[in-house]
């Protein structure tokens, strides 16, 4: 790839959010001269946060195989593979897409684990008690509260400060998502969340953790290389200290933008 390609970016948001999450680094790579493509899930679509929490009631029921699909749809209609970029849930769903051997390279910010990895932190499950805590609403939209977005989203503003985000980008979970993907939900002898971590043609693939992230902690993203290195294809790590969640959004992100969009420039390509 010649220094002077400008790939497209399709940037993949996670549970909870809306494309509207990537406004700072999709405003940033545009700028840098990149077509970026952020999508809704399937009940998202293009509406705004307050729309989607007006009206929650089309992501009910969304699979993760839906969301996912829905991806590779857009992805496969573009002049040229892109690269993809998710965050959280969206981390989740970038690894299942380079498993289906899209995309010249993958960036997965604080992502969810696939299948397969049983490193699930207290915080993690802390998080997504919204969900859990009614296992016959699997098929539902739970709203988050603002207090609990606090913990999930905002743990390094003041409550006041966390609320006016809450306002501005949180809306109700994709309850079957959280369960088919935290919880690995099996589908034959696979959880629906499986990937192959020693594909030997995976686009590279960079994992970015935050270091007070109470949603996907690092002990995620490290159990997860752990086995992604078995594997002959190009994953790596980095992970920012003092950095939650909002690894996208949190004050400084520019720095967290700029590494992965050049990691992934300099690797594009290099499967396998």
Same mark, same amino acid.
Do not use: C
């Given at each position: 790839?010649?220094?002077?390609?400008?790939?497209?970016?399709?940037?993949?948001?996670?549970?909870?959010?809306?494309?509207?999450?990537?406004?700072?680094?999709?405003?940033?790579?545009?700028?840098?001269?990149?077509?970026?493509?952020?999508?809704?899930?399937?009940?998202?679509?293009?509406?705004?946060?307050?729309?989607?929490?007006?009206?929650?009631?089309?992501?009910?029921?969304?699979?993760?195989?839906?969301?996912?699909?829905?991806?590779?749809?857009?992805?496969?209609?573009?002049?040229?593979?892109?690269?993809?970029?998710?965050?959280?849930?969206?981390?989740?769903?970038?690894?299942? @897409? =380079?498993?289906?051997?899209?995309? &010249?390279?993958? !960036? #997965?910010?604080?992502?969810? /684990?696939? +299948?397969?990895?049983?490193?699930?932190?207290?915080?993690?499950?802390?998080?997504?008690?919204?969900?859990?805590?009614?296992?016959?609403?699997?098929?539902?939209?739970?709203?988050?509260?603002?207090?609990?977005?606090?913990?999930?989203?905002?743990?390094?503003?003041?409550?006041?400060?966390?609320?006016?985000?809450?306002?501005?980008?949180?809306?109700?979970?994709?309850?079957?998502?959280?369960?088919?993907?935290?919880?690995?939900?099996?589908?034959?002898?696979?959880?629906?969340?499986?990937?192959?971590?020693?594909?030997?043609?995976?686009?590279? @693939? =960079?994992?970015?953790?935050?270091? &007070?992230?109470? !949603? #996907?902690?690092?002990?995620? /993203?490290? +159990?997860?290389?752990?086995?992604?290195?078995?594997?002959?294809?190009?994953?790596?790590?980095?992970?920012?200290?003092?950095?939650?969640?909002?690894?996208?959004?949190?004050?400084?992100?520019?720095?967290?933008?700029?590494?992965?969009?050049?990691?992934?420039?300099?690797?594009?390509?290099?499967?396998?």
């Amino acid at each position: 790839m010649s220094a002077s390609t400008k790939p497209p970016i399709v940037l993949v948001h996670g549970l909870w959010m809306t494309p509207s999450s990537w406004d700072t680094w999709a405003g940033r790579f545009r700028d840098l001269g990149h077509e970026v493509i952020t999508p809704g899930w399937p009940g998202i679509d293009n509406r705004t946060p307050a729309e989607v929490r007006a009206d929650p009631k089309p992501l009910e029921g969304v699979g993760l195989v839906e969301v996912v699909d829905s991806y590779d749809e857009v992805i496969r209609a573009l002049p040229e593979r892109p690269i993809i970029m998710g965050h959280s849930f969206g981390g989740l769903i970038t690894q299942m @897409l =380079l498993d289906r051997g899209l995309g &010249i390279a993958g !960036v #997965a910010v604080a992502p969810a /684990q696939p +299948a397969g990895i049983l490193t699930l932190p207290f915080s993690t499950l802390r998080t997504g008690l919204p969900v859990l805590s009614n296992p016959l609403r699997i098929n539902g939209a739970s709203p988050l509260s603002k207090g609990h977005f606090h913990y999930t989203f905002g743990n390094d503003l003041s409550r006041a400060d966390s609320d006016r985000e809450w306002e501005a980008s949180a809306v109700n979970s994709v309850n079957r998502v959280f369960f088919e993907g935290v919880l690995s939900l099996p589908r034959g002898k696979a959880g629906i969340s499986a990937v192959d971590f020693l594909k030997p043609d995976r686009a590279p @693939l =960079l994992l970015i953790s935050g270091e &007070i992230d109470h !949603v #996907a902690p690092p002990a995620i /993203q490290k +159990a997860m290389l752990a086995k992604y290195s078995k594997g002959p294809s190009v994953v790596e790590r980095v992970e920012y200290p003092g950095r939650t969640h909002r690894l996208v959004s949190q004050d400084g992100w520019e720095e967290i933008a700029d590494y992965a969009l050049d990691w992934a420039l300099r690797h594009a390509g290099q499967a396998g």
